[in-house]
């Protein structure tokens, strides 16, 4: 079956920069995709490529199988937008923006009319519905952004950090409206800075760093994969950290130093019951004082940050990084 969404080593630079390199992925219909990325990893670039709006420099991305440079057209008809920055009119009210979009998409005035109503009751606007958009709150705002990128009901739905700056309130509405469309078959693409929000949305995710995919999978996947159960030790005195160290690598187990100051060190754990009480004999063997052992299953923010590393180095990504996988 044709993707809903297929890229192909795509690329963009801006000014020599490279700021999307060689990025491969694949939106089965009907599914959700969560890119998920720190500030300026690429997302709204590959976005805007998706969705006609900048052109790649190389590579090709194709929607229900029409390409977007050569097929623009047909591409447009066929997606909605919400971008990261609302693009309604600010000086007419929301209604009106409404009802402008479903004129654009050649509904006859009546429909239009009709159209722009469901969609305020819809997203909850009615009662703002001839207020000006300039004078909506941000949550508003992006309920009525979301609600013009579906006027032309599309069959594939880009969402370019949909959430960012709603209250949880208007969060939780947001993700059930999407999660709604989704059930009724719309295949959409998410950006989100949020681990929770790929979570609770996503079918699968990738995950891009400096315009580089460094993990994909299925959500609940990569979560056991990334998020599994982590060991941390710390020694009563931080200087005995490297010699307890040295006697868990000895035993063939790979360890970080997690706290310079503390010199508390963690051990990821394969769920493997006998692994446990092997480290924990190594410990006592060692007969360092400890001030605290436990094991705990990290974040997902914290696998984020990992995997994205704010040195820089994606110290992940051989790890995480299957061969070109079916995401
Ligand atoms: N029109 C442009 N001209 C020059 N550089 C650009 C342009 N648009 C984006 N960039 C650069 O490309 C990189 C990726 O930007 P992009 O907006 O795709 O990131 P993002 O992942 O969406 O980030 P954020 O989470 O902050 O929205 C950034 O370094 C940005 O400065
Ligand atoms: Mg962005």
């Given at each position: 079956?044709?993707?809903?969404?297929?890229?192909?080593?795509?690329?963009?630079?801006?000014?020599?920069?490279?700021?999307?390199?060689?990025?491969s992925l694949?939106?089965?219909?009907?599914?959700?995709?969560?890119?998920?990325?720190?500030?300026?990893?690429?997302?709204?670039?590959?976005?805007?490529?998706?969705?006609?709006?900048?052109?790649?420099?190389?590579?090709?991305?194709?929607?229900?199988?029409?390409?977007?440079?050569?097929?623009?057209?047909?591409?447009?008809?066929?997606?909605?937008?919400?971008?990261?920055?609302?693009?309604?009119?600010?000086?007419?009210s929301?209604?009106?923006?409404?009802?402008?979009?479903?004129?654009?998409?050649?509904?006859?005035?009546?429909r239009?009319?009709?159209?722009?109503d469901?969609?305020?009751?819809?997203?909850?606007?009615?009662?703002?519905?001839?207020?000006?958009?300039?004078?909506?709150?941000?949550?508003?705002?992006?309920?009525?952004?979301?609600a013009?990128?579906?006027?032309?009901?599309?069959?594939?739905?880009?969402?370019?950090?949909?959430t960012?700056?709603?209250?949880?309130?208007?969060?939780?509405?947001?993700?059930?409206e999407?999660?709604?469309?989704?059930?009724q078959?719309?295949?959409?693409?998410?950006?989100?800075?949020?681990?929770?929000?790929?979570?609770?949305?996503?079918?699968?995710?990738?995950?891009?760093?400096?315009?580089?995919v460094i993990?994909?999978?299925?959500?609940?996947?990569?979560?056991?994969?990334?998020?599994?159960?982590?060991?941390?030790?710390?020694?009563e005195?931080?200087v005995?950290?490297?010699e307890?160290?040295?006697?868990?690598?000895g035993?063939?187990?790979?360890?970080?130093?997690?706290?310079?100051?503390?010199?508390?060190?963690?051990l990821?754990?394969?769920?493997?019951?006998?692994?446990?009480?092997?480290?924990?004999?190594?410990?006592?063997?060692?007969?360092?004082?400890?001030?605290g052992?436990?094991?705990?299953?990290?974040?997902?923010?914290?696998?984020?940050?990992?995997?994205?590393?704010?040195?820089?180095?994606?110290?992940a990504q051989?790890?995480?990084l299957?061969?070109?996988?079916?995401?």
């Amino acid at each position: 079956m044709t993707p809903a969404i297929l890229i192909e080593g795509l690329a963009k630079s801006y000014g020599g920069n490279p700021v999307v390199k060689d990025v491969s992925l694949e939106v089965p219909t009907g599914h959700v995709l969560g890119l998920l990325g720190p500030n300026g990893a690429g997302k709204t670039t590959t976005v805007k490529m998706v969705s006609t709006l900048i052109r790649p420099d190389s590579g090709r991305v194709l929607v229900c199988g029409y390409d977007v440079v050569r097929q623009a057209g047909e591409v447009r008809s066929l997606i909605g937008l919400t971008g990261q920055y609302a693009s309604v009119d600010e000086d007419i009210s929301g209604w009106e923006n409404l009802y402008v979009i479903a004129r654009l998409f050649n509904f006859p005035r009546r429909r239009a009319r009709a159209r722009a109503d469901e969609m305020l009751e819809r997203f909850q606007l009615t009662d703002v519905g001839t207020r000006a958009v300039g004078r909506y709150s941000g949550g508003m705002r992006r309920r009525l952004d979301l609600a013009a990128s579906l006027v032309g009901s599309p069959r594939v739905l880009c969402l370019d950090e949909p959430t960012t700056g709603l209250d949880p309130h208007s969060r939780n509405a947001m993700w059930a409206e999407v999660r709604r469309l989704a059930d009724q078959g719309t295949t959409v693409l998410l950006t989100t800075q949020y681990m929770e929000e790929a979570e609770a949305l996503a079918d699968s995710l990738v995950v891009i760093d400096r315009g580089q995919v460094i993990a994909r999978g299925r959500t609940a996947e990569l979560r056991a994969r990334l998020g599994g159960q982590v060991l941390r030790i710390r020694p009563e005195r931080p200087v005995d950290s490297a010699e307890l160290r040295r006697a868990l690598e000895g035993r063939g187990y790979a360890v970080a130093l997690a706290d310079e100051e503390t010199g508390q060190i963690r051990l990821p754990l394969s769920g493997d019951g006998a692994q446990l009480t092997d480290v924990v004999r190594a410990v006592g063997q060692s007969d360092i004082p400890l001030a605290g052992l436990d094991v705990r299953i990290p974040s997902l923010d914290e696998v984020f940050l990992t995997l994205t590393g704010a040195d820089g180095a994606s110290q992940a990504q051989s790890e995480v990084l299957p061969a070109r996988s079916a995401v």
